[in-house]
């Protein structure tokens, strides 16, 4: 076994930097000449921008200039782009109404951009921006998920009538609907799934910087994907050729899907860095970021399940909405079809499902890929529904799941909702995590819970998710406008030692640990001599980048596959210099050696070879440096079972986490200690989106109300409590190094565990997440 | 502009500032000492923690022109020697880091709470960790981190 | 930020006379509100007059009462041995570890936040604010949303609190700010039971029902079947006025279990 491979717990490589204040971040980065732009936001959800006068902003001190969106259409600068084109009902493809950069004539959500003023100092901007006079007409507004598509309902874009981006289906109906008609009993569950502010605790930052010498432009910025950043802004603003536009996303201090998408505000400090010929650089306030980062979830949902007398599920049907906000963001509809709809099997083998979602437009932040994004929301929308369905039927929620759970000898498995399952065993995860939390033990402790006046509950989570995202053809077929393959290039240097680029991006996930180890793993280097690279699109091939838990599956593929090209030259190479058959060489633990021989020649002595080819093997090209594309087969499928316990205080609603069993399936583990903090950090977002976070706009101003950490609350440490987490792993079918991410699986296992816990605890149905502590005293009181 | 100056990591500075520079901007803009950050504008995330006298504090909550005379110890002050300070090892050790834009000011404030509570519970730490949001680990590993330091120091 | 002249005050004096010299200024003591305040550029004051070195900072007991000075950090305060315990638990509770470190007490309740903790403490405990000006009962200090007693130019140099036979405050957070939702404050006090309620209206204030109820009865069950009426309680994304009502009650019983 290699040291420092696969599966060791090595401590991370980025860690010290980080530790010692010497990470660089895009708000640490100065360039010289470097001015500020601050931007101005519309103050009204819904308005018509009748005129604007930037004079007096124009001569205040120190302001370099004042932009509207004209001016960036006047320079051939495109507007922000929707990816998704998804079909729906009719063969219609969804509406992409157009934006742009800087709005002009109407603002529709507070916190839409309209003016850039750039001057010497932010403080100076910030002084400046109070001198632009925008006269509005305020028009109503609708922030509703469930009524913005109602007749009467406020218009935003004239593309989209009723406010409806999208209408699309998925499934079979009749056989639904048959399925209703047979079925011993029905359950049904409406449900909102909460809205929530991603929140990156780094706020999102850009500096631009234009050499007029040789017409390069720079981009510094929080990207979870710069080769992405650069296409969309060379292919559809035209802000420059991919050829010369470098974007560089530095350390990014999470990006949780923030920060996949392209923003006005990086595109000005582009654009004007350009047309300046100087560094423009932003930053956001938090406060902004909450106004103008994309949001996440945001659907309304009604559930139903149709069963046998067994409690088996027949057929299930849901009808929903999901809210995108004024505009379409980069994925914007895909996420609540594709990525949500896709998952509504769930571990089960309802053979009948049928799914209607409506997109529609509000006066609001656009919303888009969250942490998990579609798959919290189809797995929260589905284990409600099975506690439900078990409520109906009397049995226990164990029971029912196990009752109806794809079995893992009918892996792989083919759901009615389009995904095939390669691996799995949901009975061997549920088990595990049954026996961890001690769900026998339950019902003693509930009673002596009920002694200290405290009721107490226990909820299951079974979830499956599609990850590795995703195959090219299979995600082009539905809409999605871009390949999502991965590059990886590992270059040997002359003295041994490895650097590896890859087209994915850290902001917190370790690559730099991680992938050194596969590289380790594969080539036999100490780990220490492999250094990884990422986040320039100077230095690195063409990415896809982070999100979607893909880095592993997909970029750490193609890393392997960069690996087994450079040994499959060593041979030539080593066979050449040993005087042997290429055939006759066998590599393992960084030696190449003659079958049957103690003839071996170590890799690094290889690499120095191909460096320096005075004695070299005809027909073989210098150097040792290869690029490797992958694109994957099918997605991965984490799945797991997870199990919460409370205890909720009846007469305040102040409720404790006093127990979480976190077990998942993530196949094989690269860095053990990496993949549990990414369970931690899930499940903290996905119990945070539970109990604690939701995005409020008023129903009648569409003011953003949780609109800063004083009235968005964010998971604290005394919020949560210590996490037991295992694992029961399966080897997946499809995934050449038997992974199949873990970053998401926290955020879309916990929410419906901990609903379930609750609503357990209180003998009720069903109760909203964000589960307050009013809502939970509510829910008390009325239980008696 | 008035004149500022203070102790930052064992050497005096002085810079010269406006009434409403505050002390993370003079950090990071004069000093060019950006391992602490800004996470946000209402006081609560604990980006921003210093050392002022010892105590820890939000820098973003405090003018420059208040730590006149001052001795500030900030992120890059803890390392001595090229030697992690006890609390950054059991981060490193514990994985109690993640993205590492909170961790500057989680060490901070750590340091400051481990000072304070020699042998802190669990319980305590939490409660005494509410001054700094993570996105990124769920705390598991930071409350782990230091319980660590705390029995090593 | 909108900028402004910064001045060090060397006493409370000198801090009066940068006041009165100031075209709008304002005093400053831990700056943990007024820092907020001022990035929001909600107040554009032309001077800030700093009390961090006006002398005011310290806590003595002379057996009757504790004089707390303005700029006593609310760490100092919940560190302090002569301090009573029920006043050390509100200190405890304000903010955060590094809130505490530098907001004081003077800065607390000069600014009279609806949801701040020491105004309960000190309506509980029947304190008195001494200024440059006067001593002024807190019963008379606090008046209405963000507005106290205070006239232009005054500053608060020290509060005393007296002893009370039994006292303790229980709070219910706000989940986000984690200011008080709802903070209660009981004692038997040197005048008689006080119960004092914070976050639930636009101002902290007595509550007189509570307090006939617990002199008549020094038990939380003797709250048991008195009601809020909700109609004057704040109400907001995290709590309903209903619902402030249920902790008014909740917390008041709380805080005369813990009092003993």
Known sequence: ?784 | MATVSMTVNGQAVSGDVEGRTLLVQFLRENLNLTGTHVGCDTSQCGACVVHVNGDSMKSCTMLALEAEGADVTTIEGLAKGGELHPMQQAFKDNHGLQCGFCTPGMVMSAIDLVAKNPNPDEATIREQLEGNICRCTGYHNIVKAVQQAAQGG | MYDFNFHSASSVDDAASKLAAAKDGTVMAGGQTLIPVLKQRLASPSDVVSLAGAGLSGITNNGDSVTIGATTTHAAVAASGDVPAALRSVAEGIGDAQVRNRGTIGGSIANNDPAADYPAALLGLGATVTTNQRDIAADDFFIGLFETALNDGEIVKSVTFPNATKAAYAKFPNPASRYAMVGVFVAQAADGVRVAVTGATDCAHRGPRLEAALSANWSASALDGITIPPENLNSDIHGSAEYRANLVIVMAKRAVEAAG
């Open chain 1, 1 to 784: 076994m290699v040291e420092n491979g696969i599966g060791a717990s090595l401590k991370r490589k980025e860690d010290n930097r980080f530790l010692t204040g010497k990470g660089n971040y895009t708000d640490d980065i100065n360039r010289r000449g470097q001015t500020h732009v601050y931007i101005v936001r519309s103050p009204h959800a819904h308005a018509t921008i009748n005129s604007v006068n930037t004079a007096a902003a124009a001569a205040a001190p120190g302001v370099v200039a004042v932009y509207g969106g004209q001016d960036l259409i006047d320079d051939a600068v495109g507007g922000l782009v929707c990816g998704a084109s998804v079909t729906g009902k009719g063969g219609e493809v969804n509406k992409a109404p157009p934006r742009n950069v800087l709005t002009i004539d109407k603002a529709r959500f507070v916190g839409d951009p309209i003016i850039a003023v750039i001057a010497e100092t932010l403080a100076q901007a910030k002084d400046a921006a109070e001198l632009v006079e925008i006269d509005y007409t305020e028009l109503p507004s609708t922030v509703s998920t469930a009524n913005s598509d109602a007749d009467g309902a406020p218009q935003l874009h004239e593309e989209c009538p009723n406010n409806v981006a999208l209408d699309w289906e998925l499934g079979d109906k009749a056989a639904v609907d048959a399925a209703f008609a047979a079925a011993h009993k029905t359950a049904k569950v409406e449900l909102i799934n909460n809205r929530m502010v991603t929140n990156a605790m780094e706020p999102r930052a850009a500096v631009g910087e234009y050499n007029s010498g040789t017409g390069d432009l720079t981009l510094y910025v929080t990207s979870q994907n710069p080769h992405v950043h650069r296409l969309v802004m060379s292919a559809f603003m035209n802000i420059m050729p991919e050829h010369k536009f470098r974007v560089v996303a530095p350390d990014v201090g999470g990006g949780f899907g923030s920060k996949i998408f392209t923003y006005n505000e990086e595109a000005i400090c582009a654009w004007a860095a350009k047309k300046l010929d100087r560094p423009v650089k932003w930053t956001s306030d938090r406060s902004e970021g909450f106004m103008s980062d994309a949001h996440g979830r945001d659907h309304v949902s009604t559930a139903e399940m149709a069963m046998d007398a067994d409690g088996k599920f027949l057929g299930m049907r849901v009808d929903s909405k999901s809210n995108m906000g004024a505009y379409l963001q980069l994925f914007s509809v895909s996420i609540p079809t594709l990525f949500h709809g896709f998952l509504l099997a769930g571990q089960y083998t309802t053979p009948a499902i049928y799914l209607e979602m409506r997109c529609v437009m509000t006066n609001t932040a656009p919303v888009d890929a969250a942490r998990g994004a579609g798959r919290p929301e189809a797995t929260y929308l589905l284990e409600r529904l099975v506690d439900v369905s078990a409520r109906e039927m009397g049995l226990d929620p164990a029971e029912i799941r196990r009752r109806n759970f794809i079995k893992a000898d009918q892996m792989p498995y083919q759901t009615p909702v389009v995904q095939c399952y390669d691996s799995g065993d949901y009975d061997a995860s549920l088990d595990k995590a049954l026996g961890m939390a001690d769900y026998d033990g339950f019902s003693a402790r509930q009673a002596e819970a009920k002694g200290r006046g405290k009721l107490r509950g226990i909820g299951l989570s079974s979830y499956i998710e599609a990850c590795g995202v995703a195959p090219s053809a299979a995600v082009g077929s539905l809409g999605v406008g871009v390949g999502l393959w991965e590059s990886a290039q590992v270059r040997f240097n002359p003295t041994g030692g490895v650097t590896v680029f890859t087209g994915t991006h850290s902001h917190g996930q370790g690559h730099e640990t991680a992938f050194a180890q596969l590289v380790t793993e594969r080539l036999g280097v100490p780990v220490e001599n492999v250094e990884v690279v990422h986040g320039d699109t100077d230095k690195g091939q063409f990415g896809m980048g982070t999100y979607g838990s893909r880095s592993l599956p997909v970029g750490g593929v193609a890393i392997a596959n960069a690996c087994d090209k450079i040994i499959a030259k060593g041979k030539k190479i080593a066979a050449h210099t040993l005087e042997a058959s290429e055939d006759d060489i066998e590599f393992g633990d960084g030696n190449f050696t003659v079958a049957g021989t103690d003839k071996v020649m170590n890799i690094a002595e290889v690499a120095f070879t191909a460096y320096v080819p005075h004695n070299y093997p005809e027909g073989v090209e210098p150097g040792l440096d290869e690029i490797a594309f992958f694109d994957p087969l099918n997605f991965s499928f984490p799945a797991g079972a997870h199990v919460c316990e409370v205890e909720i205080d009846p007469d305040t609603g102040t409720l404790e986490i006093v127990n979480y069993t976190a077990i998942d399936d993530f196949g094989v583990l690269v860095n053990p200690m990496i993949v549990e903090g990414q369970v931690h950090g899930g499940l903290a977002h996905g119990i945070g989106q539970a109990l604690l976070e939701g995005c409020v706009y008023d129903e009648d101003s569409g003011q953003l109300i949780s609109g800063s950490f004083m009235d968005y609350c964010m998971p604290r440490a005394d919020n949560l409590p210590s996490f037991n987490v295992d694992y029961s792993p399966t080897i997946p079918l499809h995934n050449p190094l038997g992974v199949k991410g873990c970053g998401e699986a926290g955020a879309i296992a916990a929410p419906p565990a901990v609903i379930n816990a609750i609503v357990n605890a209180l003998d009720i149905k069903h109760l909203d997440m964000p589960a307050t502590p009013e809502k939970l005293w509510r829910a008390a009181q009325a239980a008696g």
